[in-house]
């Protein structure tokens, strides 16, 4: 099991895949975990992998032609069993191995890339399931320890700088180029790593939802170490 302290209560933990699906978020709650010690050699899997670019989706008819020892084979057939109760579940889940994400330097105050801290946001109920199944793995917040940060007064004042209309279309603006879903850290903030063979629930920001979405970030990529990561 995964140690939570009293300023993780954001988490709910569950054993199986239906306790995951079907926990329901509420009250503080916006990050369920299916905790799992899956056995077997994921880095195997990596390294078998012809990686060219930066991010590389493994399909599963690939991931059986891998020619792998009885411990990659142990690695890989969970992957298979994951796949498979996402696609049950109706969901599309995507495999990949990822050296690295792409940066985004357009607005150097402001990154609006996968490692800045951020929300994800759909116009349909829908929420974010991954998995780290091999290298760094992704941290969340708590709410309470990060800040909007189009609401900190020097970001906003260099988005207005930005801006070229009314008044009362600024807001409509960061909202169109994805400016509100980002968030800064607070000095005392203490993220929560999402840990090795995990599945993880995310709620995310949409019309229905009756909790605050979940404050996430993609990490750092350890040097010379790919991640394997199962996304949908």
């Not at 903030?189 to 063979?197: H, K």
Request: contains cysteine; proline residues 8%.
């Amino acid at each position: 099991m995964i140690n939570i302290s009293p300023t993780e209560a954001q988490i709910q933990q569950v054993s199986n895949f239906q306790d995951l699906i079907s926990t329901p978020f509420q009250g503080m709650i916006n990050a369920i975990c299916w905790t799992r010690q899956p056995v077997g050699d994921f880095s195997e899997i990596v390294e078998k992998v012809d990686l060219q670019e930066d991010i590389r989706v493994l399909d599963p008819a690939e991931l059986r032609e891998l020619t792998l020892s009885k411990d990659g084979q142990l690695a890989r057939n969970i992957i298979l069993q994951d796949l498979q109760l996402f696609e049950s579940y109706g969901a599309a889940p995507i495999l990949n191995v990822i050296k690295s994400y792409e940066r985004d330097d357009s607005y150097p105050f402001f990154p609006t890339d996968v490692y800045s801290y951020h929300v994800d946001r759909s116009p349909v109920p829908v929420d974010t399931f991954l998995c780290t199944y091999y290298g760094a793995s992704s941290d969340i917040l708590p709410n309470a320890q990060a800040i909007q940060k189009v609401l900190i007064p020097e970001i906003r004042a260099e988005l207005q700088k930005l801006y070229d209309g009314p008044a009362d279309g600024f807001d409509s603006f960061l909202k169109e180029y994805f400016f509100d879903l980002h968030y800064q850290a607070i000095p005392e903030a203490r993220p929560i790593n999402l840990g090795i063979g995990h599945i993880w629930r995310l709620a995310c920001d949409h019309p229905e939802s009756e909790v605050l979405p979940c404050v996430h970030r993609a990490p750092m990529e350890k040097p010379g170490q790919h991640r394997l990561l199962l996304i949908c």
